[in-house]
């Protein structure tokens, strides 16, 4: 685990610090990446849901090919609409931040316009230490022609747990020198606010409503494939969450499991998911080698995606529902939860 400052590159841009933090003590300087730039990967995402609807926005820059994308998912009729915007060759110009923890998301493209605003700006990074550890944000969007003629537009405040915790992990491909993949997601956030969407106001107030902010800077190897679920909801009078995943990656030093109540982590080793591959709209199920946590995950959408460029290849699988289960938390005590919301998914890429 780092608790510090903690480079993904040395001052030659070759990866180090490989491993896990709770913390954002990971700098990621994009003009050290050894990788030519048609090979790195950068996306930033927010899910936010309430117990009728959940919503997607994604900022997704692949090199050869991106794309802005926006899901609406109505949880209790099972619909789903969506708007991707595709950009080809857009290599960094979508300007992703470099400082993840404290720099904003303007997008604009065509009529679309998606905003991720850092709220506050007391998270300070020095050589040595992190100090304020609580990340706030502003979701803004309009998105016209997301269903026909009709708009989705609104704006969400996300809101941290008091002094939460996140979770990063840093890896590298052991055939693949240059190659790295950092992930950081916080799945913690309580959302407020307001989407009006169908000419009707969907609102989320802050007690049964969330968000999960998850993204990647990866520099990619020849092929991969990622798998990666999150979900956020309360237990009793506490609110809890996950994020777990795992892919072609070393993930020996650190992986993104973690459990989290009230924004405090509990840290997991390796999680594997069982997939129906019958039918990906059958019960998912998820098991820690540890036997600290067990998921069962009962889909209610899916959502499929497909880029080809060149010789690069995305295709994304995601899944919409709900995760019961149980977890033994660090201190021995049980938690045991139903119907959480949640996405799972699986990602494959090759160059």
Known sequence: EYEN????????????????ARNPVFKYDPTLV???RRYITEFERYFIFNPTHLFVFEVFDGGLIGHIRTVAVSL???????KTEKINFPMRKLNLPSDVTTESVHIKRNSTKIDFIVMNSDNKISDDRVTDRTINRIIKVDVPGIKHNLTLRGEIVLSAPFSAELIAANSSWKSQ??????????PWYSAEGVMQFENTGIFFNG????????LGRIARPAQDIHYWAAGCGLFEDRQI????????????????????????????????FKIPAENWMLPWYF???????????????LFTSRFYMLFYTYRLVQVFGFFSGRVILDDGNEIKFKNITGVAERKTTKN
């Open 241 to 272: 969450s996950f994020n777990i995943g795992y892919g072609l990656a070393d993930s020996s030093l650190g992986s993104e499991n973690a459990f989290f109540v009230n924004g405090k982590i509990h840290k997991l080793d390796v999680v594997t």
């Open 76 to 82: 209790l009729d099972r619909k789903i609409v969506l």
């Open 287 to 301: 098991k820690s080698n540890d036997n600290r946590l067990e998921l069962t995950f009962k889909p209610v959408q």
């Open 34 to 36: 050894w990788a030519a």
């Open 177 to 186: 020198k240059n190659s790295f993949q950092f992930l950081q997601s916080s």
């Open 207 to 214: 007690r049964n409503a969330f968000g999960i902010h998850n």
């Open 5 to 20: 400052y903690a480079p993904i590159f040395d001052e030659m841009g070759r990866s180090v610090n490989f491993g896990w």
